[in-house]
């Protein structure tokens, strides 16, 4: 199928050819003559899909096929995006593909100086491509009229939810007229967003290109388990591979992305961080640069990702997993676009791993491959982060402080409660005991531990079958339940895995 098959009109099809496009993605495909026949629509798609055009070129031709008459010009279609990188880019787009047509459209959002905005709204235009925050205090200063609107937009509805919008979304609803066409765009579609979906779509067409919850067929993924002191000294190690050409680094917090940033600039790798603490000059110089090849790695947070529209991402890392299953499929999307190959890597500490991989892993329906690695690889700790001083992202500390005496321990003769003792990572004391602790008069410690002498970590139950094979010696942070079958050599890193205190005990 070509854009000459879609039914979009000669103007739009010569804008599509300049940008050196003929045929149309899946989800172009199935939206477009949706679209243009003035029907609800229901979008499901990965990022890197084409989803943007799915709408923007039918509502390009729509809204030319019904211009107004003189005068100021109305606001005809809104689209309401969750943040300032996505909005600009779909500002973008619409200028793009609208080149050739005479409609006005205008972008805002906070971060930025408001009079240029007023301006454009004062002035007229047909469409409107904003986020919540600003659009609303600029409808507070009545400079926003929706009345005859005839189109609107919801994109990136999992994410607006996930950022806490609701209340917001729900308040520009209000604001729309009953009669319109809605399209309603998501990557994932968990139960909160189905429910305003509901809400406010009439008798939807619905279109997906991919399974909820499946991931790239053409990405490659990894896996390295990792301590958490020792993640920025590895990405140092992975990014040595010269393949790597475009990398987008995940991080959990703003704080930490700066830190990531920092060290691989202090190891002469060219990278940058973008977050909302960032002012909106900043990220867009950070963007640009990325996009142009000045900058080797960007370095993100989740909200500030959602916008990047970048087609040659040759790496996704994920320093930190993402503490929302759907999260990790969304990110790993950001390679593998335009039909390229792409490589996802996964960097796994011991708290995520007892907490966040194996939702992950399920949500996904498969393990992700294991990296063999050896620490030796890595230079000596205390000329990286230091290997006394807690890592102010590490939310873990393994929670070591309160240990002995154990909840149901079984042990006879069990060690004291509450010694002192340092083992398990965290605040000092840890010691025997752990929860469900079942060793014979040693220092139990660990999460169900049930190996003799402190053997702390998981239930040890059977290895879990994985891709790739898993020494000790080389995989610092692997759940013990992984290690159960592993050679003992080498032992745990510093501030142990689960041995000897550490994890989780029962609070009485």
Not at 103 to 115: A, C, D, N, P, T
Not at 306 to 312: A, F, T, V
Not at 467 to 493: D, I, V, W, Y
Request: aromatic content about 4%.
């Amino acid at each position: 199928m070509l854009f000459e098959d879609t039914g979009l009109e000669p103007r739009l099809l010569r804008a599509v050819a300049e940008q050196g496009y003929d045929k149309p993605t899946p989800i172009q495909q199935k939206a477009i003559p949706h679209v243009l026949a003035g029907r609800d629509l229901l979008g499901l798609a990965q990022t890197g899909t084409g989803k943007t055009a799915a709408f923007a070129l039918p509502m390009l031709q729509r809204l030319t096929e019904s211009q107004p008459g003189p005068g100021v010009r109305p606001i005809r279609a809104l689209i309401l995006t969750p943040t300032r990188e996505l909005a600009s880019q779909i500002g973008e787009s619409f200028a793009t593909y609208g080149k050739y047509l005479n409609l006005r459209h205008s972008v805002i959002f906070g971060g930025v100086g408001v009079e240029a905005q007023r301006q454009s709204l004062r002035a007229g235009l047909d469409i409107l491509v904003a986020t919540p925050g600003r659009l609303l205090d600029l409808a507070n200063q009545r400079l926003v009229d929706l009345r005859r609107l005839e189109i609107f937009v919801l994109d990136e509805a999992d994410r607006m939810l996930d950022m806490g919008f609701i209340h917001d979304v729900k308040k520009v609803i209000a604001m729309l007229p009953p009669k319109r066409q809605t399209l309603f765009f998501s990557a994932t579609m968990p139960p909160e967003a189905k429910q305003l979906a509901d809400v406010l779509l009439h008798n939807p067409e619905t279109v997906a290109v991919t399974p909820v919850s499946s991931t790239a067929e053409k990405i490659e993924q990894s896996l390295y388990f990792v301590d958490k002191l020792d993640k920025r000294p590895l990405l140092v190690e992975v990014l040595k591979d010269q393949a790597m050409k475009r990398v987008l680094v995940f991080s959990r917090t703003k704080h930490g992305a700066n830190r990531i940033a920092e060290y691989l600039e202090k190891a002469r790798i060219g990278a940058a961080a973008i977050h909302g603490n960032k002012s909106q000059n900043a990220r867009e110089r950070a963007l640009s640069s990325f996009k142009e090849g000045g900058i080797r790695v960007l370095v993100a947070t989740d909200i500030a990702a959602r916008g990047i529209d970048i087609d040659d991402v040759t790496h996704v890392v994920n320093f930190d997993l993402p503490e929302v299953p759907e999260t990790y499929v969304h990110r790993i999307g950001r390679t593998a676009r335009a039909g390229r190959t792409g490589l996802a890597i996964a960097f796994c500490d011991q708290e995520e791993a007892r907490e966040l991989l194996r939702p992950i892993e399920r949500l996904i329906r498969k393990p992700i491959p294991v990296v063999e690695w050896s620490k030796s690889i890595l230079p000596p700790r205390e000329q990286n982060a230091g290997s006394h001083e807690r890592d102010p992202d590490d939310r873990s500390g393994f929670r070591g402080g309160r240990g002995g005496g154990g909840g149901r321990s079984n042990r006879p003769g069990g060690s004291g409660a509450r010694p002192g003792g340092s083992a398990g990572g965290g605040r000092p004391g840890g010691g025997g005991g752990g929860y469900r602790g079942n060793a014979p008069s040693g220092g139990g410690g660990g999460y169900r531990g049930n190996a003799p002498s402190g053997g702390g970590g998981r239930d040890q139950r059977s290895n879990d079958a994985r891709p790739a094979a898993t020494p000790s010696s080389a995989l610092a942070a692997l759940p013990m339940e992984r290690l159960a079958k592993q050679p003992s050599a080498g032992g745990p890193p510093s501030g142990g895995y689960g041995n000897n205190g550490g994890g989780r005990s029962r609070r009485r």
